[in-house]
């Protein structure tokens, strides 16, 4: 890939992320780009910051004690249930 071409490429990335409102820093954002192939599916992409995104935002509900109770959760679950 041309240099200018990876350049405009992760801009077109970071203003994806902005617009889907996922909130990663551009280090994490590198640190994944590196473990993909040279040639990849956008999508497949968009589905790991997601990932990464849903990941840091449970492991700081966690470390904020917003968790619930596997009770709490048994009974959520009962509510959802036709």
Known sequence: ?????????????FKLVKTLLIMISKEKLNETLTHFPERFNIDDLIDKLILIDKIDKGNLQSENNETITEEELEVEMQKWKI
């Open 1 to 13: 890939m041309i240099k200018g071409s990876w350049v405009c490429f992760k801009e077109l990335i």
